[in-house]
């Protein structure tokens, strides 16, 4: 397992944010979008639960991690610690038996990818939208083997059967050096959204979000950008 980050300086981390942010305006800009339809999620698998206090002195209000536990750890610390307004999503591989445990802390879930999520989701969820999580539909867009996410092919049932109205949809894409590589498979999840008439995109991490926004993210999921 990789270390755990600690010893953030907040200005560093809200430089780095702002810089990030700034690339994301030049990708709006080159497809003459608005800036404001993309979010920053900031990616805090790696951070220590002690660093927390730096994230909210940094701006940052929207966090995503990747493990059940340590999201229930995270953000109840945060509200322990009095740290204001936070959004929590849960950007992980996301087991069944897990479901019930994030589901009172995130305001979107961005991997439903398996009939026995969607069952969970049906038991734990109440009818009252207030209280129910947006809900993106993880894609295996590359069809690469071994890896989370649905076939395309399969999209229309998935969203049928989901008991929360899908929101979006998210994917990985295939390990790349270079962000080009990438851009296909953006530009094949786009397609898919569009087809279905879905709004959200989250696509794109550190060493590819400006193509990812180019090609119509609305969340783009930083991590190793932000602490260093």
Same mark, same amino acid.
């Given at each position: 397992?990789?270390?755990?980050?600690?010893?953030?300086?907040?200005?560093? &981390?809200?430089?780095r944010?702002?810089?990030?942010?700034?690339?994301?305006?030049?990708?709006?800009?080159?497809?003459?979008?608005?800036?404001?339809?993309?979010?920053?999620?900031?990616?805090?698998?790696?951070?220590?639960?002690?660093?927390?206090?730096?994230?909210?002195?940094?701006?940052?209000?929207?966090?995503?991690?990747?493990?059940? %536990?340590?999201?229930?750890?995270?953000?109840?610390a945060?509200?322990?610690?009095?740290?204001?307004?936070?959004?929590w999503?849960?950007?992980?591989?996301?087991?069944?038996?897990?479901?019930?445990?994030?589901?009172?802390? &995130?305001?979107?879930?961005?991997?439903v990818?398996?009939?026995?999520?969607?069952? %969970?989701l049906?038991?734990?969820?109440?009818?009252? %939208?207030?209280?129910?999580?947006?809900?993106?539909?993880?894609?295996?867009?590359?069809?690469?083997?071994?890896?989370?996410?649905?076939?395309?092919?399969?999209?229309?049932?998935?969203?049928?059967?989901c008991p929360?109205?899908v929101?979006?949809?998210?994917?990985?894409?295939?390990l790349?050096?270079?962000?080009?590589?990438?851009?296909?498979?953006?530009?094949?999840?786009?397609?898919?959204?569009?087809?279905?008439?879905?709004?959200?995109?989250?696509?794109?991490?550190?060493?590819?979000?400006?193509?990812?926004?180019?090609?119509g993210?609305?969340?783009?999921?930083?991590?190793?950008?932000?602490?260093?």
């Amino acid at each position: 397992m990789a270390e755990l980050i600690r010893g953030l300086d907040p200005e560093a &981390v809200r430089r780095r944010a702002d810089a990030v942010r700034e690339e994301i305006a030049d990708a709006c800009a080159r497809r003459e979008r608005d800036p404001a339809d993309v979010e920053l999620l900031a990616a805090v698998k790696y951070v220590d639960v002690d660093e927390l206090p730096v994230l909210a002195e940094a701006g940052l209000r929207l966090l995503g991690e990747n493990r059940a %536990q340590a999201l229930e750890e995270k953000a109840a610390a945060w509200s322990r610690l009095g740290l204001g307004a936070v959004q929590w999503d849960f950007i992980g591989h996301l087991q069944s038996r897990k479901v019930k445990t994030i589901l009172p802390h &995130v305001g979107r879930i961005h991997s439903v990818a398996s009939d026995s999520v969607l069952e %969970q989701l049906r038991r734990h969820t109440g009818v009252d %939208q207030a209280e129910r999580p947006e809900v993106l539909i993880e894609v295996n867009v590359a069809g690469e083997e071994g890896k989370s996410g649905i076939a395309p092919v399969t999209l229309a049932d998935v969203i049928a059967r989901c008991p929360i109205p899908v929101a979006g949809l998210m994917t990985m894409p295939p390990l790349a050096t270079d962000p080009e590589d990438s851009r296909r498979w953006f530009a094949a999840l786009a397609q898919l959204a569009a087809e279905h008439g879905l709004r959200e995109l989250s696509m794109g991490t550190s060493q590819d979000f400006a193509v990812a926004v180019e090609e119509g993210a609305t969340v783009v999921r930083i991590g190793a950008s932000l602490y260093r």
